[in-house]
């Protein structure tokens, strides 16, 4: 399997801007998970998915973040508008929770800059 | 609420040397625990991860325990080598699925 991937790996926009990011979970994986990584804060759940029904959105800072999971093979975040403290980098993780050990498989990450 | 902490921030040693990472937490009340390593620009890699009912797992130079009792848990890499040097994070799970990260302890292994 190739992993968790995420794309665009990296992107740059203006404030204002509307900004998608992208994740493809490991195939046979029932949760995905989106996290936001940052010096000041670390790294915070934004919203957990379980068979790709939205679970638990608190850690979605405002109305402006959104996500989504059509089916089990794709999920998007978007952010808009975009603001400058959006700058972070974002990952998405997929698990297969009700598993043996549950762990979480990160992909590399979509680091987001906001001018 | 969960709080994780992770001492110390950063850790500089020879190569060779033995590596002791601490991290507690402060419910003790947790499914499992999981250290990951994470390189310079990129994503997380789980390393090991110990049931709340284990009081240690082994992977190659990799030991982890658990006391969760003390809401303690150390990693321990032995014979470091310089590819060793990244930021190894901890992370607890209580009985739902939010894990909770510690800050991370930086490591660099001198050559």
């Known amino acids: 399997d190739a992993g968790v991937i995420q794309s665009p790996r990296h992107e740059v926009t203006e404030m204002g801007q509307e900004v998608t990011l992208r994740c493809k979970p490991i195939s046979g994986h029932n949760s995905l998970f989106w996290y936001r990584q940052t010096m000041m804060r670390g790294l915070e759940l934004l919203i957990y998915?379980?068979?790709?029904?939205?679970?638990?959105d608190s850690g979605m800072p405002e109305d402006r973040f959104s996500a989504k999971m059509p089916n089990a093979s794709f999920s998007t975040l978007k952010i808009q508008p975009s603001e400058p403290r959006d700058s972070a980098v974002y990952f998405c993780a997929s698990s297969f929770v009700g598993g043996v050990q549950e762990t979480q498989y990160f992909g590399p990450g979509t680091r987001l800059l906001v001018l | 609420k969960q709080e994780v902490t992770q001492i110390p921030a950063a850790l500089s040693v020879p190569e060779g040397e033995n590596l002791v990472l601490n991290c507690s937490f402060t419910?003790?009340?947790?499914?499992?625990l999981q250290w990951f390593r994470q390189d310079p620009g990129k994503g997380l890699t789980s390393l090991l991860l110990?049931?709340?009912?284990?009081r240690e797992q082994t992977s190659g130079r990799l030991n982890a325990s658990l006391d969760k009792s003390s809401g303690r848990s150390t990693l321990y890499i032995a014979a470091s080598q310089p590819g060793d040097s990244a930021t190894y994070l901890c992370?607890?799970?209580?009985?739902?699925?939010?894990?909770?990260f510690g800050a991370g302890t930086t490591v660099t292994v001198r050559a």
């Open positions: 992370a607890v799970r209580p009985w739902d699925y939010k894990l909770s």
């Open positions: 998915f379980n068979n790709n029904v939205p679970i638990d």
């Open positions: 110990i049931q709340s009912s284990q």
């Open positions: 419910d003790s009340a947790i499914y499992n």
